[in-house]
């Protein structure tokens, strides 16, 4: 198994990962994202979208992307520095147990040490404990006294619209 930096050929895979991850979370029918989207976004002059995939190297599956972690940067004011927010972290369920979701998220560990950026964070919904028992078990600690809040799609146009 390998992981690495996504490539623009990887671009197929990764959307058809994210419609996995969608359909896992039971929201496929929010998922809108283009292979031109997501080109566009990882390749531009200066990124603000990054990510990495995990790589079969199986003998079955050769080469095969099986797993993606899309991340981008945020920012600490209180220890002054950037940290990675992970978007999504996916591995495809016949290559779990071997090592890519640790392997993508220790690769996101590592970028974080050696850019000096002092936290790695992402979201988990309540009811999967798969992955908070992996979490758990890689020294993450839930942050139970925050609540993440979004405005998208007919709130984000009305809370933007004219000032009164």
């Known amino acids: 198994m390998s992981v690495r930096p996504i490539r623009p050929d990887d671009v197929p895979a ?6 996995e991850l969608a359909e896992y979370e039971k929201a496929l029918d929010e998922v809108r994202l283009t292979e031109d989207q997501l080109t566009a976004h990882l390749f531009a002059d200066s990124p603000a979208l990054f990510g990495h ?3 079969a190297d199986d003998g079955v599956h050769p080469g095969q992307v099986v797993g993606v972690a899309l991340w981008f940067l945020n920012f600490s004011t209180w220890r002054g520095t950037h940290g990675i927010h992970l978007e999504d972290l996916y591995v495809q369920p016949q290559h779990r147990g ?20 002092s936290r790695l964070e992402w979201s988990v919904l309540d009811w999967n404990t798969p992955s908070i028992e992996f979490y758990r078990a890689a020294g993450a600690v839930p942050m139970d006294e925050w609540t993440v809040f979004r405005l998208t799609d007919d709130a984000l ?6 000032r009164t």
Do not use: D, S
């Open 157 to 162: 146009t009305t809370f933007a619209g004219p």
């Open 98 to 117: 071997r090592g890519h979701g640790k392997e993508l998220l220790r690769t996101l560990a590592e970028v974080c040490v050696a850019r000096g950026y």
């Open 14 to 19: 990764v959307v058809g990962l994210v419609r």
């Open 53 to 55: 995939v995990a790589v």
